[in-house]
């Protein structure tokens, strides 16, 4: 068998790169029309592909955006997306020689880290790839879900239809600003394969607009399901909310809790800190459906990425990064509430680099990791100083597909 070349792709690959990523994912190569919104998840130079004889036989690729950290700063995240290899080319190390060099390509075009949801959950370790954000799914009988009386009721909630849509949601989106540590940035190229595709796809989206005193300040988009209960009762699935403050959440609740001839409501991704059961009078109205891994991170540049957070007050922690992938990316780190700075101290705390990921942007502790043997303890007292220093206001949430 021939050695494949590992190379960026050109414009005139991008189709073929498209259809072998569906394909490994079971998915028909795509169709014309449906190709015209998802070419555009390819930027020039930001794909790469593993050939033989001049056909693509593995791809990965990258989509830029930015990502919310907690202090506020956004850092150039690109978005892995598009990962694939062909059947009869799986387990020879075309993938592992795809990621090098994507690493190689986001690095190259100043990316400090990039982020995925990523289909299989066993695969991106061994890359440096951790969870960084958890969203929580939920289930809401309708019946059982009247709201307290002291739960908020302020502004006003519009339908929109899905043309203006296009145009109306990536604003507000981007209005709606870093609210919270994990929130990545929607390119327009991200609306248009990610929403305006699931859209014009034929499915009836509704779309909700919350407005407040100072405009519109929120949004969820759902669609009913038939859910094979006797009656026209349908249960509604809400695929993305996003409110920046309180009295947009509640307000948005307080409309997909309204909505008539509906057995329950369902949403994806909450962040894991929304207490819905506390809005109800029946705090058993809403179920945790499950607790999900949300956006994997890899930090491709741990030095810039450990300086760009805010760390809480604490004592400081010397930490120790291991990147096995990436060996240069390895150091040591003072971390403390005035920032993260290299050091040649002796390490009190060591963690590879996707273990560093699940605890960046404060989801989970290092006390936690600990315990379950993935950080290496040289001084026990050091964990609960770096628990306090990672910690967050609030829990970080991305609520963005990639
Ligand atoms: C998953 C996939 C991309 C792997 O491609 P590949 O070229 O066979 O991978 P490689 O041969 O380079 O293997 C890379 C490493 O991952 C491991 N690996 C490969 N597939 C894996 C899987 N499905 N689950 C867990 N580990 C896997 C290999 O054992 C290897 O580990 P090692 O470096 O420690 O030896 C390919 O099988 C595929 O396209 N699958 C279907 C689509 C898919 O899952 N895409 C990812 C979407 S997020």
Known sequence: MRKAEIRRLEVDEYRAAYDVARVSQHNPPVSTSEWDLARHVYEPGLAVGAIVDGAVVGTVNLLPSQLTVPGGASLPMAASTGSGVHTDYTRQGLFNRLKQAQFDTAAEHGYLLIGNTPAQATLYGRFGHGVSTQSRALRIRKHEARLRSEVPAEGTVRLIDPESSLELLPKLYEQLG????????????????????????????????????????????????????????????????????????????????????????????????????????????????????????????????LAARTYCDAKPVVLEVVDAFRPANSGRFRISPEGAVPTSETAQLTVDVDVLAMAYLGTTKFSTLAGIGRVQVAEPAALAHADRLFATDVASFCGTPV
Request: glycine share 8%; net charge negative; proline share 5%.
């Open 178 to 305: 870093p609210y919270r540590p994990g929130v990545i940035a929607r390119s327009a190229h991200w609306w248009k394969v990610y929403w305006e595709r699931a859209m014009r796809a034929g499915q009836h989206f509704r779309i909700a607009v919350h407005s407040g005193a100072a405009g519109d300040d929120g949004f969820a988009v759902y669609a009913a399901k038939d859910n094979g209960s006797p009656g026209p009762n349908v249960t509604l699935l809400v695929t993305d909310f996003h409110a920046a403050g309180p009295a947009a959440t509640a307000g948005l609740w307080r409309h997909l809790l309204s909505i008539d001839l509906v057995d329950e409501v369902c949403v994806r991704t909450r962040p894991t800190d929304e207490l819905v059961e506390a809005m109800l009078v029946d705090w058993r109205g809403c179920r945790t459906h499950s607790i999900d891994d949300e956006l994997w991170l890899r930090l491709l540049d741990v030095p810039a990425v």
